[in-house]
């Protein structure tokens, strides 16, 4: 049941940050800023690294039958409705970014079908590619419109007009308004993310050091005598660190009046996160301060 429990995470994780449903509305909106950052980190590196999670993590759940389905709907899903909403942009970035997404639903179908290389090829060929699409957009939107005012061609009918008018249309709304991606997002995760933690305000500053500094001293002495804790108590112990790093998030996750205090939190909720991980005999101590040591230094970048 864990095993599940953890795999449904992971998948979720991917989701999230591969714009996979119901995550899909944070892509269009991020490439909303300059075109050359939106080629780099957002059409080719920050949205597949789901996909890489789940080639990475794909020894752990190829055995679990029901998590490789639920891979596969989630992508296919993913892949029906990015594709009806790119052909309704009027934004040559939506369109690039929903594309995308429509792509990277199909490399979720391939990486649950166990096809790992071709989904790998597809990761490639679907990151280079969007890339450059971005890079070329603004040229693109110039030659189009000259080319529409100079030789304008009257649209061809496509299989949509097969379909009843009415269905047609339906669908079409539906596509302009993106079937509603936002207010679930809003409503349904973030809203209620943001008050669990505004019902974190306990946690002040003062709390929150003096929480972190004792705590995780001891937590530390736990680490390297941990023959000393019972196995009952040992066995709770990465349950109470993560729920401790979890709080941070969610703390973060409100205190937007203060990016310090928010950048503070997210950075001491990675040393929980470690913490939690430093109990698990699977991990060697020289990959968990492989792992601080980036927190570290991106910790300092961000207070920079």
Same mark, same amino acid.
């Given at each position: ?8 995470? =992971?998948?979720?994780? /991917?989701? /999230? ?36 999670? #789940? #080639? ?13 389905? #639920? ?35 199909? *490399? ?8 790992? %290389?071709?989904?790998? +090829? ?28 100079? %030789? ?10 097969? +379909?009843?008018?009415?269905?047609? %249309?339906?669908?079409? *709304?539906?596509? =302009? ?11 349904? #995760?973030? %809203? ?9 305000? +306990? ?40 729920? =401790? ?8 996750? /409100? ?39 980036? *927190? *570290? ?8």
């Amino acid at each position: 049941m864990i095993q599940i429990f953890i795999s449904l995470m =992971i998948l979720i994780s /991917a989701c /999230a940050k591969s714009a996979q449903l119901p995550f899909s509305s944070w892509l269009p909106r991020a490439m909303e800023g300059p075109t050359p950052s939106s080629a780099i980190f957002y059409g080719s590196l920050a949205v597949h690294i789901g996909v890489f999670l #789940l #080639l990475r993590t794909f020894p752990f759940w190829e055995h679990q039958l029901s998590v490789r389905i #639920l891979i596969g709907v989630v992508g296919l899903f993913t892949s029906l409705l990015a594709t009806g909403i790119a052909r309704v942009q009027s934004s040559i970035k939506s369109q690039i970014a929903y594309s995308s997404i429509a792509q990277i639903g199909l *490399i979720f179908i391939e990486v649950a079908a166990g096809f790992e %290389n071709i989904a790998l +090829f597809h990761f490639a060929g679907n990151a280079f590619l969007r890339t450059y699409q971005l890079l070329v957009s603004p040229s693109v939107v110039t030659y189009l419109i000259r080319e529409k005012f100079y %030789n304008f061609v009257p649209r061809k009918d496509t299989f949509e007009d097969s +379909f009843p008018k009415k269905l047609e %249309n339906t669908f079409y *709304i539906l596509c =302009i308004k993106e079937w509603n991606l936002d207010w679930f997002m809003y409503r349904l #995760l973030w %809203n209620p993310l943001k008050g669990i933690g505004k019902k974190l305000r +306990f946690l002040s500053k003062k709390i929150v050091i003096l929480i972190f500094s004792i705590l995780y001293l001891l937590g530390l002495y736990e680490v390297y005598h941990q023959e000393t804790i019972p196995g009952e108590i040992q066995k709770y112990l990465p349950i109470v660190f993560s729920v =401790i790093g979890l709080m941070m998030v969610l703390k973060s996750f /409100a205190a937007r009046g203060s990016a310090y205090i928010s950048w503070s939190l997210l950075v001491m909720s990675h040393f929980w996160i470690v913490m939690a991980v430093a109990f698990n005999a699977y991990f060697k101590f020289d990959q968990v301060h492989f792992y601080l040591s980036g *927190i *570290i230094i991106s910790a300092m970048a961000g207070y920079i």
